[in-house]
């Protein structure tokens, strides 16, 4: 039997209908944005309006980051590489700048839901915010650590070096290039 589409096919038009998605949602929550700061102004309640429309921006970034993501590594340059970059490599790429916008956006919530609880005195309810922005450092943290753990996978070996106080370099190990390698 003949199949009627290849995987490769396949594969890119559920990434287009993903990051089709994405950008249309992304479109949305900044519409909605510019919709609650409108409302905020007629109601009178115009700080809490740009707080929710801050919120609503952040998380529209993100996902258009991720839209962004999805196209560039599944549709636009599928055809050029056939997928020959190592895993490590693509997350290089593109991990720190959607983890980057995750952290602001946890950390903005957090400082909102302190300033929206100081306002309420809400004293006690302090856990919950502090409990994010700490969770958006652990998030970042960890992400240089991956980067510093992964940073020669894909270099050539005369790239992986590392310059000595002296002046002299020394060969820094690169990582396999299969993951069954690492595994043993």
Same mark, same amino acid.
């Given at each position: 039997?003949?199949?009627?589409?290849?995987?490769a096919?396949?594969?890119?038009?559920?990434a #287009?209908?993903?990051?089709?998605?994405?950008?249309?949602?992304?479109?949305?929550?900044? %519409?909605?944005?510019?919709?609650?700061?409108?409302?905020?102004? !007629?109601?009178?309640?115009?700080?809490?309006?740009?707080?929710?429309?801050?919120?609503?921006?952040?998380?529209?970034?993100?996902?258009?980051? %991720?839209?962004?993501?999805?196209?560039?590594? $599944?549709?636009?340059?599928?055809d050029?590489?056939?997928?020959?970059?190592?895993?490590?490599?693509?997350?290089?790429? !593109?991990? =720190?700048?959607?983890?980057?916008?995750?952290?602001?956006?946890?950390? %903005?919530?957090?400082? %909102?839901?302190?300033?929206?609880?100081?306002?309420?005195?809400?004293a006690?309810?302090?856990? $919950?915010?502090?409990a994010?922005?700490?969770?958006a450092?652990?998030?970042?943290?960890?992400?240089?650590?991956?980067?510093?753990?992964s940073?020669?996978? /894909? #270099?050539?070996?005369?790239?992986?070096?590392?310059?000595? =106080? /002296?002046?002299?370099?020394?060969?820094?190990?690169?990582?396999?290039?299969?993951?069954s390698?690492?595994?043993?």
């Open positions: 039997m003949i199949p009627l589409i290849s995987l096919s396949f594969r890119k038009g559920m #287009m209908g993903f990051a089709g998605i994405f950008f249309a949602m992304s479109l949305a929550l900044g %519409l909605m944005a510019v919709g609650t700061i409108f409302d905020g102004g !007629t109601d009178g309640a115009l700080i809490e309006a740009v707080l929710k429309a801050i919120n609503y921006v952040v998380i529209s970034l993100a996902i258009f980051e %991720l839209g962004i993501v999805v196209h560039r590594e $599944y549709v636009a340059e599928y050029e590489k056939q997928n020959t970059d190592h895993v490590l490599v693509v997350l290089r790429r !593109t991990l =720190p700048r959607f983890v980057s916008i995750v952290c602001v956006a946890l950390v %903005l919530e957090g400082l %909102l839901m302190v300033i929206k609880y100081s306002q309420l005195e809400l006690g309810n302090l856990y $919950y915010p502090v994010i922005i700490i969770s450092a652990i998030l970042l943290m960890a992400l240089g650590v991956f980067l510093r753990f940073q020669v996978v /894909g #270099m050539e070996p005369e790239q992986a070096t590392l310059p000595r =106080p /002296g002046g002299e370099e020394h060969a820094r190990p690169v990582l396999p290039a299969t993951p390698l690492i595994l043993r």
